[in-house]
């Protein structure tokens, strides 16, 4: 199996030229073709010596993901399914809006922390993802939509990506490197079921992503049913973390994300609860409707109890929004992402 370029900072990759007896800013050429032109074919980059280029070519592959599949849903949601070196298999899912879009990006392959209403949760954990692999679902993404412009990128596909930070962080860095695509951090958002250690590191580091965290349920109790990792790191202590993360300008939110499941955490109840714990603190809310999954009994809460509860919330002070399903019709949406096909 060959390495992969985009595994490689621009610092490592100018070490492997320096290594093989190359000139370092033949590195700085190859991260230009790659993040600046898109261009992932090492034959057509023209501007770097033939033997250069053999020798990149019988050492490394670009990318650390190949396309296998891709599902186009009626609402013009994209779902593609890459195949990893090692034969795993991830999601990433394009959603496109008026002049803009959002990618959403998986950070593992399965999730180790089991929510009970997530299907990549049900898949346990496979492995984490290697930062090449973060990467190269946006710039296949971006070559395959030959989008010229930058769109919202989410952390919300597969995996924890607190649980992964290392790749995570280091994929962030390259893909808003100022000489490379150059995305703002401003349109990235990490999205966290709550890794209370992690968030604190996060918010120490200054990167300007934006935080959303899957609070899910407003008491312990509900919590710990619907995610176990709550146990470990209880609504008192996220709070805190989430309280003490940096908001670096006065436009920027923690999204607060909230699963809307029938009977469970949808009551005006339940909203009064969630309004005492947010505390006034700045964050928005998304609302989004359980998508069904293959397994368990949980159902979408009604969609006038939805209007119900984002009414308490915004009556409250906070901008609510519901985040309707995008995508369902090819298993895309919110948590029905577990890396099958959905052709077989
Ligand atoms: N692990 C991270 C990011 C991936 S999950 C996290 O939990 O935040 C992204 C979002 O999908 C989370 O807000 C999660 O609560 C939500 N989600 C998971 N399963 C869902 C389902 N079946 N229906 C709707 N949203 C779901
Ligand atoms: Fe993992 Fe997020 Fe799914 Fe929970 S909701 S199992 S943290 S991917």
């Known amino acids: 199996m060959h390495p992969t370029i985009t595994d490689y900072s621009l610092d490592e990759f100018e070490h492997w030229c320096i290594s093989k007896g190359h000139k370092p800013w033949r590195a700085t050429q190859v991260f230009e073709w790659v993040y600046r032109h898109l261009e992932t074919d090492i ?16 050492t490394f592959s670009v990318l650390g993901t190949v396309i296998k599949e891709t599902h186009t849903d009626q609402d013009q949601t994209r779902k593609i399914l890459f195949k990893l070196s090692d034969g795993h298999a991830i999601e990433t899912v394009y959603i496109p809006a008026d002049n803009d879009y959002t990618l959403c990006l998986s950070s593992q392959v399965g999730c180790v922390l089991g929510c009970r209403f997530c299907a990549t949760g049900a898949m346990g954990i496979v492995r984490n993802l290697t930062s090449g692999e973060i990467v190269s679902q946006v710039l296949h993404v971006r070559q395959l939509t030959q989008s010229d412009t930058h769109g919202n990128i989410v952390f919300m596909g597969m995996g924890e990506p607190l649980l992964n930070s290392g790749a995570v962080l280091e994929a962030i860095q390259r893909i ?5 695509m150059a995305w703002s951090p401003r349109r990235i958002t990490v999205s966290t079921a709550g890794i209370v250690p992690e968030i604190k590191r996060l918010g120490e580091l200054e990167t300007g992503v934006n935080l959303a965290v899957s609070i899910n349920a407003p008491d312990d109790a509900t919590r710990t049913r619907l995610m176990p990792i709550n146990k470990k790191y209880p609504l008192k202590q996220l709070m805190a973390a989430l309280e003490a993360y940096p908001l670096l300008s006065r436009q920027q939110y923690i999204t607060c994300e909230y699963v809307m499941i029938h009977g469970l955490n949808d009551t005006p109840a339940h909203a009064a609860k969630l309004i ?6 700045r964050f928005k809310i998304n609302l989004i409707p359980f998508n069904t999954v293959s397994f368990g009994r949980f159902r979408s809460s009604e969609p006038e109890v939805i209007h119900t509860f984002q009414n308490l919330l915004k009556d409250a002070g906070y901008g609510v929004f519901i985040r309707n399903s995008r995508g369902s019709g090819i298993h895309a949406a919110c948590g029905q992402l577990a890396g099958y096909s959905t052709s077989s």
């Open 276 to 281: 005492r714990l947010l505390n006034r603190r």
């Open 43 to 58: 034959n057509r980059m023209t501007n770097l010596p033939v033997n250069f280029r053999k020798t990149l070519i019988n």
């Open 176 to 180: 808003t490197h100022a000489d490379g």
